[in-house]
């Protein structure tokens, strides 16, 4: 089945000049040697791939590429010569989708996209602006149900994504396009237009840089892929003469890419949070109740905005209709709008929510303070260390720092909103692993994951559809076949046929 957008390119193919040439590129931060001698090209037409995991230097990496950043030693040397700053490389039509969702949340959608376009400057922007980006989501993303007269904040973080790639798309005379995580928050659907969209760009000969953990993604649409470690480029191979298990290897750490069951998981000795079996929090949502036990791990899944984030909420604030037993501990989906302080530290945002087991006669104890927060930043092996400030981090780094807040706590049941996006593929499977180390300690998990592969770590799964629960699944009934079947309401039998 071919989708609107799709194109037939062929990842692989000839790719036309370099555009842009880095050479010996290193850059500090404080004691972090952030980059440490990169030489790395960007041939017009071709899709790099970029992978490493979190705190490698994808992202500084990026920023230098786009001009935004200065290097301490090397060069980056654009084909048409000159100087290579933020001003060259938009006069260049290079332009970045970024990780942290960059758009002014009080501003409409065709506002936002307004201010960041040199065309549509002059008397007229205004509407030029909302022509272009609506001609640019339609095309790109039908069906994308984004209405450009509303401010960006009232959008999901699906919709606020295909806003800032379309944005990007709309750049005059795009020439490179570098894109970080772009895909971390889009359905199935929205990922496959994204890249059908990129494909179209790179038979029209622009490069583009694409950073992502997702092996899969990079491998089916990159032509060469660029493996980072600890700074440096380890390792430049052709994405058509590797596969994902070579990736991880190049990448270190021991991680194998199949993390479907985790095996061998050490029950470590600590106090259990609560009696196995007891119920946790109930609702009566819909046609299926919706009930929690402790020492489960519960996933919601269905297509993105059906009423999983709704369900989540609920459970939080614990409103009418709602009984959950204790409190509870949250891991919001968008760290940036609800999630960090961004001027703490880490060892700050990691304890703020662990008063309880942080006082001493009521008087927070500093030095039971560090020890939690040293415990977690070794267990998840947050890059950067306790003291330093939260925004130092690199992405995946501060997202580790929000899921140990939740799990420092003793709260007996733990919401999780998509809470993995942007965290590497090792750090992942350690937090699988966490996650069932709690349940068997009796804690309750409720985990909405935006990626269906995730819900085979779950004791039970509920699929949701146009904001009602339409499915309960458990143990081997979960699969992916059988979930997607659900949200879209189809008997699972109707789409093994029609493979
Ligand atoms: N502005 C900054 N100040 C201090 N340290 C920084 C800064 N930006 C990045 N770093 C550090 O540089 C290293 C590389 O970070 P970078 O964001 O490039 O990693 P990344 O590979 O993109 O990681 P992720 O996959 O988590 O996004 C990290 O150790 C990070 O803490």
Redesign the pocket.
């Known amino acids: 089945m071919t989708t609107q957008t799709e194109s037939t390119r062929v990842a692989g193919a000839q790719p036309g000049p370099d555009l842009l040439r880095a050479t010996a590129v290193s850059k500090r931060?404080?004691n972090?040697l952030?980059l440490a001698g990169i030489d790395i090209t960007v041939a017009a037409g071709e899709i790099l791939g970029l992978v490493?995991?979190?705190?490698?230097?994808?992202?500084?990496?990026m920023r230098v590429l786009a001009g935004r950043e200065t290097t301490d030693t090397g060069s980056v040397d654009w084909h048409e010569g000159g100087a290579w700053d933020q001003r060259a490389a938009a006069r260049a039509g290079v332009r970045m989708i970024y990780?942290e969702l960059a758009l002014c949340p009080d501003l409409t959608v065709a506002e936002n996209i307004a201010l960041s376009s040199e065309s549509a400057r002059g008397w007229s922007w205004k509407k030029r602006a909302e022509r272009q980006v609506t001609e640019t989501l339609d095309r790109v993303f039908p069906g994308h149900g984004i209405s450009i007269v509303r401010r960006t904040s009232s959008l999901s973080m699906p919709q606020r994504q295909m806003v800032e790639i379309a944005r990007a798309m709309c750049t005059p005379k795009l020439s490179m396009l570098i894109l970080d995580e772009p895909t971390e928050s889009l359905s199935m659907d929205a990922t496959r237009q994204m890249y059908a969209a990129l494909g179209e760009l790179a038979e029209r000969g622009v490069g583009m840089v694409l950073?992502s953990?997702r092996m899969q993604e990079v491998l089916a649409n990159a032509d060469r892929i660029a493996v980072?470690k600890d700074g440096k480029v380890v390792e430049i191979l052709p994405a058509s003469e590797t596969d994902e298990d070579e990736l991880l290897s190049i990448m270190g750490g021991g991680v194998h890419a199949d993390t479907a069951v985790m095996q061998n998981v050490e029950v470590i000795d600590e106090a259990p949070v609560a009696a196995a079996g007891e119920t946790v929090a109930q609702i009566g949502a819909g046609d299926t109740p919706f009930t929690v036990r402790s020492g489960e791990i519960i996933g919601l899944a269905g297509l993105a905005g059906h009423g999983q984030e709704q369900l989540l909420q609920r459970l939080w604030a614990g409103s009418r209709g709602v009984d959950v037993r204790g409190r509870r501990a949250y891991v919001p989906g968008d760290r940036q709008t609800s999630g960090i302080f961004p001027l703490w530290s880490v060892a700050e945002n990691l304890t703020v929510s662990a008063a309880r087991q942080l006082s001493v006669g009521g008087v927070i104890s500093a030095a039971r303070e560090r020890v939690l927060a040293a415990d977690w930043v070794q267990r998840l092996n947050v890059?950067?260390g306790a003291k330093a400030p939260i925004t130092?981090?690199?992405?995946?780094?501060q997202q580790k720092v929000l899921v140990a807040r939740a799990f420092a706590t003793d709260a007996p049941l733990v919401l999780l909103d998509d809470p993995f996006r942007?965290v590497?593929v090792k750090t992942k499977n350690e937090l699988y692993a966490l996650m069932r180390i709690e349940a068997s300690r009796g804690r309750s998990i409720v985990w909405y994951s935006t990626e269906n592969g995730e819900m085979a770590h779950c004791d039970r799964v509920y699929v949701f559809r146009s904001g009602r629960i339409v499915s309960e699944l458990a143990n081997e009934e979960i699969s992916e076949d059988r979930i997607i079947a659900d949200s879209f309401g189809v008997d699972p039998r109707l789409t093994e046929e029609n493979r």
């Open positions: 931060y404080g972090t952030a490493g995991h979190n705190g490698a230097g994808k992202s500084t990496l990780q950073i953990h980072m890059k950067g130092s981090l690199s992405g995946g780094n942007g590497d």
